[in-house]
């Protein structure tokens, strides 16, 4: 039998072994942790997954072409002659911080050219003033690459790890290996060109019964930087690898959501969620809008790729693209319609990218509205989009609607 003494003694003594481990692990382990005394800094990261609000709206700002430089020393360009002066990279930082203020977007979509490579001494330090307000406001924030951003010190693998790991960002370098639409028939991983392939769901509002359900789709892309075909440089462009994955996202996606639906009472959701699509280069088929019916301006050439891939095609055929956001083209700030999608260009929103001095810089939002049923939400109902002016009274112009929902007859 043990005696009362025995016990005391085991106790104690597993007691001093706790307290060895901990002052082990405290010594050791958290010592390596500590780099030149500060604490390591881990990635603050938004509540996941994404969600409508309580009130039945989602708000995206879509910043275009911000290209950033150094900051503070980093001239603007094609602004007024009286601005020049006192003009730089802080403007585009303090327009960022102006929307941010104005419109409490729930979610950043950056569409490419963040950084301007050959002005940007570090790409870290730029990325890191460039995203800065982004990573205060702690509002979710993507971004994809355009054609600019690597060439400054990191090249396009290394800008898109380093964007996933900033603070509230929800980028991705490309789709997780255990992402079911991106294998191939033999069970193995599938290689996808380019850096910040990747799709980010939102969840419906907090409570409601669509809180579990994944409501709209967001799908970002690397149209890539440069490339010679046949001898021609031309732009990048979106390879079959992507629009592979995509198509494969989009069945495997909507094979799911039928077997939640069958568990559904409520007929009004939609079968499938709406869409939307980042990416920076627009698509071969856009200079065609040029004789069509567009909202904004159209007031430079397209620059586009030489080569037709086929995204067109592939978003048309997923069904549930509805509008896809680009950037590039820093004076073209409109949307025009393609086969039942919009596409549409945020406008320069970056005071060190070319731009047209009196035409202000701009920002895009873009706006969603869920339905409302007789208990519930029934989905997203209505996608506007409007633009802001950065000029001094941030004027709102252009607001369209861009998709309703239609009761299927
Ligand atoms: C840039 O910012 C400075 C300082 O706030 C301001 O005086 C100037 O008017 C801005 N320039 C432009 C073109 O917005
Ligand atoms: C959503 O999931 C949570 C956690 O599993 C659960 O408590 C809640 O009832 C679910 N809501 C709906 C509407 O299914």
Redesign the pocket.
């Given at each position: 039998m043990e005696s009362a003494t025995q016990k005391l003694k085991n106790s104690i003594l597993y007691l001093a072994f706790l307290y060895a481990v901990l002052y082990l692990l405290h010594t050791f382990i958290l010592h390596k942790l500590l780099i030149g005394n500060q604490p390591l800094r881990v990635k603050k990261n938004p509540d996941r997954p994404l969600r409508f609000r309580s009130d039945g709206t989602f708000k995206i700002l879509q910043v275009a072409d911000l290209h950033y430089g150094n900051g503070a020393v980093t001239r603007c360009r094609d602004v007024l002659e009286s601005d020049f002066k006192y003009c730089s990279d802080l403007n585009s930082t303090q327009f960022l911080k102006t929307m941010l203020e104005a419109e409490k977007p729930d979610f950043i979509a950056f569409t490419g050219d963040n950084i301007f490579g050959s002005s940007a001494t570090d790409a870290a330090e730029s990325l890191l003033k460039a995203f800065g307000p982004a990573m205060e406001s702690r509002i979710p924030w993507a971004a994809v690459l355009g054609n600019h951003d690597q060439e400054s010190t990191m090249n396009r693998e290394e800008l898109m790890f380093f964007l996933s790991l900033m603070d509230y960002s929800v980028a991705q370098t490309n789709p997780p290996a255990e992402d079911f639409s991106n294998i191939d028939k033999g069970g193995r991983k599938k290689h996808i060109d380019g850096f910040g392939n990747y799709n980010v769901r939102v969840y419906g509002p907090p409570g409601?019964?669509?809180?579990?359900s994944s409501i709209l789709n967001l799908f970002f892309l690397d149209s890539g930087d440069r490339e010679t075909v046949q001898g021609h440089r031309t732009y990048g462009w979106i390879k079959e690898s992507q629009l592979h994955w995509l198509r494969g996202f989009g069945q495997a996606f909507h094979q799911g959501q039928k077997q939640n639906l069958d568990h559904s009472h409520d007929a009004l959701i939609p079968t499938s969620p709406p869409a939307l699509v980042f990416f920076h280069i627009p698509i071969p088929e856009i200079p065609q809008l040029f004789y069509q019916k567009y909202v904004g301006q159209f007031q430079e050439a397209v620059a586009c790729s030489r080569v037709n891939s086929g995204v067109l095609q592939t978003l048309v055929a997923l069904k549930d693209v509805k509008a896809v956001f680009m950037g590039h083209d820093h004076t073209n700030d409109f949307c025009g319609n393609l086969d039942g999608i919009w596409f549409c260009y945020g406008g320069g929103f970056g005071y060190h990218g070319y731009g047209k001095a009196g035409w202000p810089r701009r920002a895009r939002v873009i706006s969603l509205e869920l339905g409302k049923g007789k208990k519930d939400w029934t989905g997203v109902q209505r996608i506007k989009t409007w633009k802001h002016l950065d000029d001094g009274k941030l004027s709102k112009i252009d607001e369209q609607v861009l998709w309703e929902w239609q009761s299927p007859r």
């Open positions: 409601s019964h669509l809180a579990n």
